[in-house]
């Protein structure tokens, strides 16, 4: 049995948060998957790497950097069994059999020392209790000179479309979920630098990357799935219904105008953070 540091996050992703991202591993990978060219082509996967994808979820980048990594492999690791259960079964759906999902808690987990070549994340890396215990125990992970390259979420704008469009919601937040919590605790960029030095690395980058994060098909979609997020239903459960259901057509009504043929995208910008281990 591997340790567990995050007791409260390995709860929330073991619990509801884990289980609507389980159920729901394409909607997820539409919100976050305008991301992924800027991640991968900073991660420069060879075809020989060992790669390891931290809070993985269900998988898709740890499926697409096997696909890069074809004589190598890829091992995803979470602290939420359902997302791996899911991620090894869709991994399997397509027929990829050099990726390797694991349930663990990537601050503590005792990965083979200096083994892999690329350690990288979709906003998987933001959870942890102690940032500069965990990273220092990723870069344990990786080669002399392997690659550290993650995306993580930037503070919203307050004058941005999902600020506004949100605001009905947030305006009712009492208490931020544990995950709402970790989501937030990498948004600023100096602080990035700082955890990944401390924690062994160089050559620390952080910029800002722009991509469409795409709701789904229409704003009824956009608007149901919303609702149904972990973190929106731990703030309205046991509010109101007549609240509740003004905030929904409140969202509703400010989505309509980003329906478009391709669906409701809203612009988004991350972190992209890269670092060597020396
Ligand atoms: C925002 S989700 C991102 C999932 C996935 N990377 C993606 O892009 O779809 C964060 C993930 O980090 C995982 N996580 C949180 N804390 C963790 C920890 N200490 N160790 C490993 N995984 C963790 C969660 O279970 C969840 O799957």
């Known amino acids: 049995m591997q340790p567990i540091a995050n007791t409260q996050q390995a709860e929330a992703w073991n619990g509801h948060e884990g289980a609507h991202w389980a159920d729901n591993p394409d909607r997820y990978d539409s919100l976050n998957g305008g991301f992924n060219d800027a991640l991968f082509e900073a991660a420069a996967i060879g075809e020989r790497d060992r790669v390891l994808d931290i809070g993985c979820g269900t998988g898709q980048t740890t499926r697409l950097a096997a696909r890069r990594a074809a004589l190598g492999q890829a091992v995803g690791i979470d602290i939420s069994a359902p997302m791996v259960e899911r991620a090894r079964t869709v991994a399997t759906g397509e027929g990829i059999d050099n990726a390797v999902f694991e349930q663990g808690d990537a601050q503590v987990h005792a990965f083979p020392a200096g083994h892999y070549h690329v350690a990288l994340s979709r906003g998987g890396v933001m959870f942890f209790a102690d940032h500069v215990a965990a990273f220092s125990n990723i870069g344990g992970a990786l080669r002399p000179g392997g690659r550290l390259v993650f995306i993580c979420p930037q503070l919203p704008s307050p004058e941005g479309d999902s600020a506004r469009i949100f605001a009905p919601v947030n305006a009712l ?18 602080h990035v630098h700082e955890v990944l030095t401390a924690a062994g690395f160089t050559e620390v980058t952080v910029d800002g990357v722009e991509g469409l994060v795409d709701w789904g098909r229409n704003a009824d979609e956009a608007v149901d799935f919303y609702f149904a997020m972990g973190p929106v239903r731990f703030n309205l459960d046991g509010l109101d219904e007549g609240v509740v259901r003004d905030a929904r057509e409140r969202v509703r009504t400010a989505l309509q105008p980003y329906e478009t043929p391709e669906g409701v995208r809203l612009r988004g910008a991350v972190w992209l953070a890269t670092a060597t281990r020396p």
């Open 173 to 190: 937040i009492r208490r931020p979920s544990p995950a709402q919590r970790g989501m937030v605790s990498l948004s600023d960029p100096s």
